[in-house]
């Protein structure tokens, strides 16, 4: 698509975000892969577009469909289980769920992961979040549950929604769905007191708090973090979680804001040699013809 230009100095990025109703930041992406060129070259988001100037847009269309992901790297990601209607991977360490915006697209992610081998999974979003029922941090590994075919997105949606909408420890611990996690933690002075209070009640020890995460535009929500048990290994304890509600860097947060700072966690702790120490290392589930199962790592 070609474009004269014929108004006043103004910005590229400005001009395009009035004239095609997306927004700025969308138009960066787009020109950060030479997409958009100015008199046949490639410009910069802050060119000031002068009289005469001819504007080159590739079909931006492209960026807002599934296509865009062909720019995913080929990583492999192990299969624990498939089935019919769903997978169950072991996302590895330094992995995206999904990108969070065309920007991420060439970082690796299981979705990237999906379009290459499976493509057309279903999504109760949009293609960025194909396939998708939940989502891992980052630096977490661990298991994942994949949709597969429309009905096994709306089984584990079922019960992904369940454990969220119940309302009481007691509602929420009968969903059969549960996930466990292992965490490796440095022992602030504030984390041995906390130690200490656990050690006085009867394991498990429900963490009911709220959870403020490190990201833009989050609202503090309450979290529930359930301790099943602790070891301490030298200068650091090991925890073994289970989470009943599903806020972003719900453990990580929880653990931190009580002095336990997961090792190698930048954001509520510190830098580390070892990647972060937390893993999701255990799915018990409803199936879809109503077996419970339990798959582990």
Request: hydrophobic share 35%; aromatic share 12%; net charge neutral.
């Amino acid at each position: 698509m070609f474009i004269r230009y014929d108004g006043t100095w103004e910005r590229i990025d400005t001009r395009l975000s009035k004239e095609f109703n997306y927004s700025r930041s969308f138009f960066h992406h787009i020109i950060a892969r030479e997409g958009i060129k100015i008199n046949g070259e490639p410009t910069k988001k802050s060119y000031k577009l002068k009289p005469d100037d001819v504007i080159f847009i590739d079909n931006f269309s492209r960026y807002l469909s599934p296509v865009i992901l062909e720019e995913a790297p080929h990583i492999d990601i192990p299969i624990i289980k498939e089935t019919t209607d769903y997978l169950l991977l072991h996302k590895p360490k330094g992995v995206l769920s999904h990108p969070n915006s065309i920007r991420d697209v060439k970082q690796p992610s299981v979705v990237g992961f999906l379009y290459h081998y499976f493509k057309d999974l279903p999504s109760y979003s949009n293609f960025i979040r194909a396939g998708l029922i939940h989502r891992l941090d980052k630096e977490t590994d661990g298991i994942m549950v994949i949709a597969k075919t429309e009905a096994g997105l709306q089984h584990f949606k079922q019960l992904f929604h369940a454990k969220s909408e119940a309302t009481t420890l007691e509602a929420k611990e009968a969903v059969p769905l549960q996930k466990f996690y292992r965490a490796k933690c440095e022992v602030l002075e504030a984390g041995q007191v906390f130690l200490e209070e656990i050690k006085k009640s009867w394991l498990p020890y429900y963490i009911q708090e709220e959870v403020v995460a490190k990201v833009s535009h989050r609202t503090p929500k309450m979290g529930i973090t359930k301790i099943e048990e602790f070891q301490y290994e030298e200068t650091t304890v090991r925890f073994s979680l289970q989470i009943l509600t599903w806020r972003t860097h719900q453990i990580r947060y929880h653990l931190a804001h009580h002095g336990l700072p997961i090792v190698g966690d930048y954001l509520y702790g510190k830098e580390a040699p070892l990647p972060m120490q937390l893993t999701a290392y255990k799915l018990r589930y409803q199936d879809m013809d109503g077996s419970i199962q339990t798959v582990e790592v």
